[in-house]
């Protein structure tokens, strides 16, 4: 059922929220077609909802809401248009432009060897020590990739490259721990989606 408190005219006021979905139109799987998604948002009341490449990343207006509530709708408007079950993370524009702040590596020249990692919530003291544990492992072998997690952001650093990365695949690697497994964009989306965020 739509959601009046997501439908442009109840509030004159919009708020800009990107959702990152996780896993889509990769190796053929959990296909997504970004237009036919812009089609079945704005079906659903969804205002100015704009996608940026076929990597999930999809900027919607709405008034004024939980991020948690749009996350929602937004999973739901997939479930109902695809039939698939596609992990939804969004943020607010507020957030998204503190995840460009707190980057500890802007000094990096090459936008693609920067990653952020959106993970579900902040990280406990267990999945912490699995993180630690793979960055050990991967420096063992002489690697230099690095990352840095503040708050729910994992930023990763690979400057050989993130195609080759020990650490890229570790952390892409299924896990059972649910509090690692976030989205991750490369910093050149990641400055895209605030660009069109703000405008």
Known sequence: MRDESLVKGHDVRMTTYIALLRGVNVGGNNKVPMAVLRSALEADGFANVRTYIQSGNVLVDATRSSTDKVAARVKAV?????????????LDVAALERV???????????????????????????AEARLK???????????????????ST????????????????????????EQLN??????ATVTTLLEMART
């Open 78 to 90: 997939i479930n109902t248009a695809f039939g698939l079950d596609i992990a939804t993370m969004v």
């Open 100 to 126: 460009a702040r707190d980057n500890p590596y802007s000094d990096e020249s090459d936008p693609r060897r920067v990653h952020a990692i959106f993970l579900p919530g902040v990280p406990d003291a267990d």
């Open 133 to 151: 544990a793979m960055q050990e492992a991967v420096v063992l072998k002489g690697s230099s990739d690095t990352f840095t997690l503040i708050g």
């Open 154 to 177: 994992l930023y990763l650093h690979t400057p050989d490259g993130f195609g080759t990365s020990d650490l890229a695949k570790a952390l892409s690697t299924k896990r059972s721990n």
């Open 182 to 187: 976030g989205t991750g964009r490369n910093w």
